[in-house]
Nanobody
C-alpha cells in the first residue's frame, strides 16, 4: 500500500486547507483511513479517522468542529478539510490506514501503512 498526501502549505490563521491522500497498490474500501500530525519536538498525534463506509468518524478534541474527514472510494482517496486554522495546527500531516475497517483507533502503532506527510504551516 502506498499513500501520498498533498494539499499542505503556508496559510494565515483563520484560513482553510484541504488535504488529500491518494492510495495505490490496494483498494482500501474495507480499511479505516486516518490522519495524524506531528509538530517539531512532539509525538505524532491522532487527528481524525473514518471507517470503511464513511458511516463513523472520530476526531481529536483539538480539531473537532473545525476539521472534517471524508473518503471517496472511487478514487481510493481520503480528505481532510481544515477550517479556522490556528498557529498550533502547524505540523506535518500524515495519512495512514489499517484493517479491519470498522474500528477507528487513535494509536499510531496500530497503523501499519503511512504516507510521507505534507507540511501545514499556519502563521499568526
Amino acid at each position: 500500500v502506498q499513500l501520498v498526501e498533498s494539499g499542505g502549505g503556508l496559510v494565515q490563521a483563520g484560513d482553510s486547507l484541504r488535504l488529500s491522500c491518494a492510495a495505490s497498490g490496494r483498494t482500501l474500501s474495507s480499511y479505516v483511513m486516518a490522519w495524524f500530525r506531528q509538530a517539531p519536538g512532539k509525538e505524532r498525534e491522532f487527528i481524525a479517522g473514518i471507517n470503511w463506509n464513511g458511516g463513523n468518524t472520530d476526531y481529536a478534541d483539538s480539531v473537532k468542529d473545525r476539521f472534517t474527514i471524508s473518503r471517496e472510494h472511487t478514487r481510493n482517496t481520503v480528505y481532510l478539510q481544515m477550517n479556522s486554522l490556528k498557529p498550533e495546527d502547524t505540523a506535518v500531516y500524515y495519512c495512514t490506514t489499517r484493517f479491519p475497517g470498522h474500528i477507528i483507533v487513535q494509536l499510531a502503532d496500530e497503523y501499519p501503512y503511512w504516507g510521507r506527510g505534507t507540511q501545514v504551516t499556519v502563521s499568526s
